[in-house]
T-cell receptor
């Protein structure tokens, strides 16, 4: 069965510090991978998605970046965090077949920027 | 216009009642829709997916899709306090490989 791992689960970072969140998927190959952010009391905002190694689509201009160095690895980074970067970051994967398929989430990483 | 819209609630129903959650979408080309449940502090969990017009039932849950009206709904029968959560509606947008979420509806089931 497929599993998705995301870490760290919780982190507190000062403004201006770097960020690296990592996500890996097991039990599948060539998944579509996604990074979502959820601000407190808000919905899910799609940040990045990737349909293959080295292929990154950015949805929202910001100081974040994403990379996919391996088929089942997706990394979210920032060189300098802002207060507004605080939130719940969720990695997700899917193997769409045409217009069907399902998106599954990792456990999430809660980031607080002080 | 937001691509997927939901009433934020909260929607309060008594235990044992039917909870009805609604969602509208703007992209007429969207074909696939999903309902997720999210408990406070946790990641979303997939409850139902629906791809064609009509009803789809799974246990106490029924998803309904009306593409002509661009409307998706989720019915929860015999609501339990454990159903209290935020319910997220999502649609797969035709122009890309991405799932767009509504802001979510808070459901509270009172015992």
């Amino acid at each position: 069965s497929q599993t998705i791992h995301q870490w760290p689960a919780t982190l507190v970072q000062p403004v201006g510090s770097p960020l690296s969140l990592e996500c890996t998927v097991e039990g599948t190959s060539n998944p579509n991978l996604y990074w979502y952010r959820q601000a407190a009391g808000r919905g899910l905002q799609l940040l990045f998605y990737s349909v293959g190694i080295g292929q990154i689509s950015s949805e929202v201009p910001q100081n974040l970046s994403a990379s996919r160095p391996q088929d089942r690895q997706f990394i979210l980074s920032s060189k300098k965090l802002l207060l507004s970067d605080s939130g719940f970051y969720l990695c997700a994967w899917t193997s769409w077949r045409g217009l069907t398929g399902e998106l599954f989430f990792g456990e999430g990483s809660r980031l607080t920027v002080l | 216009q937001k691509e997927v819209e939901q009433n934020s609630g909260p929607l309060s129903v008594p235990e044992g009642a039917i909870a009805s959650l609604n969602c509208t979408y703007s992209d007429r080309g969207s074909q696939s829709f999903f309902w997720y449940r999210q408990y406070s502090g946790k990641s979303p969990e997939l409850i139902m997916s629906i791809y064609s017009n009509g009803d789809k039932e799974d246990g106490r849950f029924t998803a309904q899709l009306n593409k002509a009206s661009q409307y998706v709904s989720l019915l929860i029968r015999d609501s339990q306090p454990s159903d209290s959560a935020t319910y997220l509606c999502a649609g797969l947008m035709e122009y890309g490989n991405k799932l767009v979420f509504g802001a979510g509806t808070i459901l509270r089931v009172k015992s």
